[in-house]
């Protein structure tokens, strides 16, 4: 049985470590740096308060064979935009963190935290949910409802 938890401040670190290890699965490397503070810093303000009332959802599964490392993620955020037809609260979810530790992958925690995320998202109301896949995750991601969706143009800051 796996044990799918929300998030705590406590988690910060992990979660950051865990987000590197995602980078290097879909870039090739993690390059350390600020952003790292950054990110833990954020998680630990937005995991701080009421996780009912937040716009950040994460869930853990703890590394059973390692106390205090995190054996998996899912987290993501929900956005408010104007509501439109096929999106009358206007409440959009975008995942951005979905890893599981090399040591402990192949055993359903990235699955496990990837429903409870998703449920998550549907509880709120969120009508979209967007991600962007590895080819290892594609599968995963599929077979929880995920499909090719139009790309809007983006631009990156010089």
């Not at 709120?124 to 967007?130: E, H, L, P, Q």
């Not at 995920?146 to 990156?156: D, I, N, V, Y």
Request: charged content about 25%; hydrophobic content about 40%; aromatic content about 6%.
């Amino acid at each position: 049985m796996i044990t799918v938890r929300q998030a705590k401040a406590g988690d910060a670190a992990e979660l950051v470590r865990l987000r590197a290890l995602m980078f290097e699965a879909m870039q090739g490397e993690a390059r350390p740096g600020p952003w790292q503070a950054t990110a833990e810093r954020m998680l630990r303000e937005r995991l701080a308060g009421d996780p009912a009332a937040g716009t950040m959802g994460a869930f853990v599964v703890d590394h059973p064979e390692l106390p205090g490392r995190l054996a998996a993620c899912a987290v993501g955020t929900l956005e408010e935009r104007l509501p439109a037809p096929g999106h009358p609260l206007g409440l959009f979810g975008f995942v951005f963190n979905i890893c599981t530790d090399p040591g402990a992958r192949r055993r359903g925690y990235a699955r496990a935290c990837t429903e409870a995320l998703v449920a998550w998202f549907d509880e709120r109301g969120a009508t979209r949910v967007d991600l962007h896949a590895t080819p290892g995750g594609e599968g995963l991601y599929r077979s929880l409802g995920f499909a090719e969706h139009s790309l809007p143009l983006s631009r990156k800051r010089p």
